[in-house]
C-alpha cells in the first residue's frame, strides 16, 4: 500500500497536468517523429518509474529500520502533497507559495500518519495512474498515435490532362505587411528576392490563412479543406495533393512538423536514434513540467515552450557553419546556414530538397521553410547570433507588453530573419532557372500563418485585436509559361492551394474542397482563422480587415521604417549612432553596473563560423529602467537602447550591425546616457 499511496499522489501531483496538456497537443509527437514506442516508454516510465524508485528507496530504509522507513515514507507522501498544493498557488511570490505549500504537506503528512480514513481516502486514489493513463493512450488524440490504424483509403492518382511540374513554398509565420512598403508594395531594397517574384508572378495581397498554428495550417494548404482532425498525418487527412497526384508524379517533400504526405510516396522519414529521441523528449518535457508546477516568477525564467515543438532549451549555438551551402549556392551570393540548432538543421534539410529542383512535367515538390518563424536568430546570409536571458523580451507568455522600445526590437529581429527567408527564397528560384524548371512550372508560395507584433496584443493566438497581422499571410503563384508580374486584392485563402493545382493541371478529380481555384471570382462575407488553443474560428469581414491591415502596416513602419538603412533605426538615441564614443564627455558610473552576456565570445569573434555575437545582451545593476543606454564596438557607437524590467529583473538587449565585429578580439562597451554625458556600466577588454 505504501507504493499505491506514493503512485497515486506522484500521478496526481506530476503526471495528470503534463499528460493533460500532451493530450490536449498530441500533434507535438508528431512533429518530434516520435514512434508509438516513444511515447509509451514515456507515459508508462513516468508514470511508473520515479514512484517505484521512491518506494525503492523507503523499503531500503525500513529495512535498516523501521522508524527511519516511515518517516522517510511521510516525507515522500509530505512532498508529494506539496506540490499538489503548490499548483494553486502559482501567482503567490516564489518564497511564499513554496512556504505555504510545505506546510499543507506536511500538515498532510501528519494527518495521514494518524487517521486511518486518510489512509483510506489515499488508497482510493490508487486508480489514478491507470486512469491517467488511459486518458492520454485511449481517450485522447495521443492514442490515434499510439494505436494507429491503416491509412484511410484515397482515391490515388487522378488522371492530370495538363501536367507540368509543381513548386510549392510553404514559409512560416510571415505576415504580408512585414513585405510592404506605405504604398503596399514590396519593399524591394530589403527583400530584392520577393519583389523580383512579384515581378514574375501574381502576388494576391489579402491572402489569408485558415488557421494559426502549423501544425492545422500546413493540412489546410494541402488539402484545400478546413481542417477538423486533431493529428496532421495523413491517416487523418488522405485527401491531400500527394495522393490526388499520386504515382503519377514523383514527390519531394520537406515536411519538418507534419505528416501528410504518405510514406510509400514521399519515403521514410529520417528519425534520430530512439535513444536520441527519448533524451530530447526527457529533455524538452522537464522544461515544460517545472512550467506546468513552479511559482510564475520562477517559471518566467524558464525557456518557452509554446514557440516550437521541440528544442527549447536551443538558444547556444555550436560554432558549425555548412561551408558547402555556402559554395553551392545557385543565387551567385554566399548563403551558409550557420549553427548545428534544431532551426539550422531543418533549413539545411530544406535547401536539400531545394537543390533537387529540376525539369520533371510530373514532378511535385513541397518545401516547407520553417523561417521567419521565432527564434529570431538568423541574420540575413544565414549567420546567427546566440541568445542568453529572455528569448524574447517584451512579450509577456503569449501577449506582447507595452514596452514600445522592445517591440521595435522585436520587429528588428523579425525583420532580419525574414531577410533570411528572402535569400532562401532567391536561392530556390535560382536554382529553378538556372535548371530550366522555372518557365513550365507551377510555382506556389505561400505562408502558414502570420504573426503579430503589436504593444499590448498577443503574437500569434488569433483573435480580433490581431487578426490582420495574425491571418494575413504572403501568397504568390507563378502559373506555367507566366512572365508578367501582376498583383490582386482579391481575398484568396491557404485553402486555395490545391484548388489551383487541380485547375491547372487539369486533375479530373470528384473531391471536394473548401477552397477554390484563385482566379476565380469570389465575395466572401467574413473572412475566418481558427484559433488553435480554444479550438474556435475568428472572423472579420473584408472592410474590417482592409481596415486593419492598414492601420497595422502604418503602425509597423512608424516603428522600423522602410529600406535597409530602417532595419537598424531602433532606439532613443539613433543621434549617437556611428559617432566616437570619444565624442562623449564620460562621468562616474555612480554605483551602476551591468553584467555582460557573451563577454568571451566578443575577444575572439570567428566570422568564418557565421555565429556572430550581434545581439548584445546583460543585466544591470543601479540602473533605472527607462535610462537610455549605447553600445560602442572597437570606440564607435553602433546602436542605442534602454534598461527595461524583464519578470522583475533589470536588463538590457541592443542589436548592432554585424559589419561592426572584425575578426579576434573587439572591445564592447556598455553605458548610460543622460543628455550629452554618459557613464559607463560595463566594457570588455
Not at 97 to 102: D, E, K, N, R, T
Not at 442 to 468: C, K, Q, Y
Request: charged share 20%.
Amino acid at each position: 500500500m505504501r507504493f499505491v499511496h506514493i503512485a497515486a499522489l506522484w500521478t496526481l501531483a506530476f503526471v495528470q497536468p503534463l499528460f493533460d496538456l500532451l493530450g490536449k497537443n498530441a500533434a507535438f509527437f508528431v512533429a518530434r517523429d516520435n514512434t508509438p514506442g516513444d511515447v509509451l516508454i514515456l507515459a508508462f516510465g513516468w508514470a511508473l518509474v520515479p514512484p517505484l524508485v521512491a518506494f525503492g528507496v523507503v523499503s531500503a530504509v525500513s529495512v535498516a529500520s523501521a522508524r527511519a522507513g516511515r518517516l522517510t515514507h511521510l516525507s515522500v507522501i509530505a512532498l508529494l502533497v506539496a506540490v499538489l498544493a503548490l499548483q494553486p498557488l502559482k501567482g503567490l511570490p516564489a518564497a511564499a507559495g513554496i512556504g505555504v505549500a510545505l506546510a499543507i504537506g506536511a500538515g498532510a503528512a501528519l494527518a495521514y500518519a494518524r487517521t486511518a480514513g486518510v489512509r483510506t481516502f489515499v488508497s482510493i486514489l490508487g486508480i489514478a495512474p491507470p486512469v491517467v493513463l488511459a486518458l492520454l493512450l485511449a481517450f485522447s488524440p495521443v492514442g490515434d498515435i499510439v494505436f494507429a490504424g491503416d491509412e484511410a483509403a484515397a482515391a490515388r492518382g487522378a488522371e492530370v490532362t495538363d501536367p507540368a511540374p509543381v513548386v510549392l513554398l510553404i514559409f512560416d509565420e510571415l505576415p504580408t505587411t512585414t513585405l510592404m512598403r506605405a504604398d503596399r508594395t514590396i519593399d524591394a531594397e530589403r527583400y530584392p528576392n520577393f519583389a523580383a517574384l512579384a515581378d514574375e508572378s501574381t502576388w494576391y495581397r489579402n491572402a489569408t490563412s485558415v488557421a494559426d498554428g502549423t501544425y492545422v495550417a500546413v493540412p489546410a494548404i494541402l488539402t484545400g479543406v478546413r481542417p477538423q482532425a486533431e493529428l496532421p498525418t495523413s491517416r487523418e487527412y488522405p485527401l491531400n495533393v500527394f495522393n490526388l497526384l499520386g504515382e503519377n508524379y514523383t514527390h519531394h517533400a520537406q515536411e519538418p512538423l507534419t505528416s501528410v504526405c504518405p510514406e510509400d510516396l514521399c519515403g521514410a522519414r529520417e528519425r534520430p536514434s530512439q535513444g536520441a529521441r527519448l533524451r530530447s523528449l526527457a529533455a524538452d518535457l522537464s522544461i515544460v513540467e517545472r512550467r506546468l508546477l513552479l511559482p510564475d516568477d520562477l517559471a518566467d525564467d524558464l525557456p518557452a515552450v509554446d514557440k516550437d515543438f521541440e528544442d527549447f532549451r536551443g538558444d547556444d549555438l555550436a560554432e558549425v557553419a555548412d561551408e558547402t551551402a555556402v559554395a553551392d549556392s545557385p543565387a551567385g551570393k554566399p548563403l551558409r546556414v550557420a549553427g548545428d540548432d534544431l532551426p539550422a538543421q531543418r533549413v539545411r534539410a530544406a535547401r536539400a530538397v531545394a537543390q533537387t529542383l529540376a525539369p520533371d512535367r510530373r514532378g511535385l515538390w513541397m518545401i516547407h521553410y520553417v523561417v521567419p518563424h521565432v527564434p529570431w536568430r538568423f541574420l540575413p546570409d544565414g549567420s546567427q547570433y546566440p541568445v542568453l536571458g529572455p528569448a524574447y523580451p517584451g512579450l509577456n507568455d503569449t501577449r506582447w507588453g507595452e514596452n514600445r522600445f522592445l517591440i521595435a526590437q522585436a520587429e528588428q529581429r523579425h525583420v532580419l530573419m525574414t531577410r533570411f527567408a528572402d535569400r532562401l527564397l532567391g536561392d530556390a528560384v535560382a536554382q529553378m532557372k538556372q535548371s530550366g524548371l522555372w518557365d513550365d512550372a507551377l510555382v506556389i508560395l505561400v505562408a502558414d500563418h502570420g504573426g503579430n507584433i503589436s504593444p499590448g496584443e498577443l503574437r500569434r493566438n488569433v483573435a480580433t485585436e490581431n487578426f490582420a497581422q495574425t491571418a494575413g499571410i504572403s501568397f504568390f503563384v507563378k502559373r506555367p509559361g507566366q512572365a508578367e508580374g501582376a498583383t490582386s486584392d482579391a481575398f484568396v485563402t491557404s485553402l486555395d492551394v490545391v484548388p489551383t493545382v487541380v485547375k491547372e493541371l487539369g486533375v479530373m478529380t470528384d473531391w471536394e474542397f473548401d477552397g477554390i481555384p484563385v482566379d476565380e471570382p469570389r465575395d466572401p462575407e467574413l473572412l475566418q482563422q481558427r484559433n488553435g488553443p480554444l479550438a474556435e474560428l475568428v472572423g472579420m469581414t473584408p472592410d474590417e480587415f482592409t481596415r486593419d491591415f492598414a492601420a497595422s502596416l502604418r503602425e509597423r513602419l512608424e516603428r522600423l521604417p522602410a529600406g535597409l538603412d530602417g532595419v537598424y533605426a531602433n532606439g532613443p538615441r539613433q543621434d549617437l549612432v556611428g559617432e566616437p564614443l570619444a565624442s562623449l564627455t564620460t562621468t562616474p558610473a555612480a554605483g551602476r553596473s551591468a553584467f555582460l552576456n557573451n563577454a568571451p565570445l566578443y575577444g575572439e569573434v570567428k566570422r568564418t563560423s557565421g555565429v556572430l555575437p550581434v545581439y548584445v545582451t546583460g543585466s544591470t545593476n543601479g540602473v533605472d529602467p527607462g535610462t537610455d543606454l549605447i553600445v560602442a564596438v572597437n570606440g564607435t557607437i553602433e546602436a542605442s537602447g534602454e534598461a527595461y524590467l524583464e519578470h522583475g529583473d533589470p536588463r538590457f538587449s541592443m542589436l548592432v550591425r554585424p559589419s561592426a565585429l572584425r575578426r579576434g578580439d573587439n572591445r564592447i562597451e556598455v553605458l548610460g546616457v543622460d543628455g550629452e554625458t554618459a557613464f559607463g556600466l560595463v566594457s570588455t577588454g
